[in-house]
């Protein structure tokens, strides 16, 4: 299983080094990683103890965040390395100010991960969410160089709690972690029963993201003119198939405003949504004055879906109908219901609004008429539904400082 394993890794590096003339994506993870030594030679400093924060993507990010500037705000002695994955977290990352230094994550071979823990020399590392590379997290051990999971979810048909050897196999990678910061109670007795106690539930940090960037929130008057005293409904991270459907119930709905905030903002992409709506819309780089004639309105740049979700009476989270939902917490934080296509079972916190009737998946354009129209015509539910939607960040904050104690002693 260890030889294959090798193997794999080596020929995902290859095939990426062979798609990058046309692929954006694989481009810019392989030229991405192609100085990630000398850059890290440069620059590392070794007058301040070090910590290792890993993301897989701009979701892991968002959930590292509110870790990154608590330690930077309660342990400033301290210098901080980020780590991605992937491209869609590191080259929209890669200025963030509270990291001292930021890279790419060399493949995961043992040669890379020998040099890249030499190199870096952490005090600590903190993996979010997932990422179990094999050979990081043995080279880490080997180093007595603790390693800590953070936001961690498992599910009982992961590969880990299977039979045979090649769970088995797995399961000694997760044996090698010093300690999981679990968002569920599933999730620890999962692990308990592998015989791994080592796990505490803290819940997931992006819940603690979240409520900051509430507090922090933007005014928009282009966005509060543009609503006016209609019902606004917004799409944030919208993907075709998602705006498909909304268009249509645009089309037969006119008492609605809406803004789309479709998650690729290529210029490509948004002439696409411009010609999918029923009517005409204004993009919000564009908008002047007379905003609040238009019924639509579509976001063509990044920055503000956070604070543009306070303006809305009900969000639509897109990627349901595809890989994945994306934050349902933006909105959620909002006190407003949210709505999402059928795939939202890996994520925990869109699995807790449901089960709280916060949440309310649809599989196709009649369903998401039919809770749309629910809850747009009764006004008593939705403010239901804010009050229990407060209740319910108010008992999810706090992960942050959870892990902290729990890491730094305290």
Known sequence: MDLIYQLGVRLYAMAAALSAPFSEKSRLWYRGRKNVFRYLSENISYEHPLLWVHCASLGEFEQGRPLIEAIKKQYPQYRILLTFFSPSGYEIRKNYA?????????????????KFI???????????????????????????ISLVIVSAIFRPGQLFFQKGRRAGWYRNILSQVDHFFVQNRESADLLA??????????????????????????????IEKFKGDSVLIVAGSSWPPDEEILARYLEKNKQVKMIFAPHEVKESNIKRLLELLPEKAVCYSRAGEDVDRFRILVIDCIGVLSSVYRY??????????????????EAAVYHIPVLFGPNYLKFQEAVELVNRRLGFPVRSESELAEQLDRLIKNGKLLKEIAEKCSIFMSENVGATQLVIRKVFNN
């Open 98 to 114: 509270q990291a001292d230094y930021i890279c790419y994550l060399p493949s995961d071979t043992r040669q890379h991960a020998r």
């Open 118 to 144: 030499e190199l870096v020399r952490p005090e600590k590392a903190f993996f979010i969410k997932y990422e179990y590379w094999k050979n990081y997290i043995s080279e880490l051990k080997k180093q007595h």
């Open 193 to 222: 029963g592998i015989g791994l106690g080592n796990s505490t539930v803290t819940g997931d940090t992006r819940f603690d993201r979240v409520a900051e960037i509430a507090a922090n929130r933007k005014d928009l008057p282009l």
């Open 312 to 329: 809305a009476a009900i969000a639509y989270i897109g990627g349901g109908f595809g890989v994945g939902i994306h934050n349902t917490l």
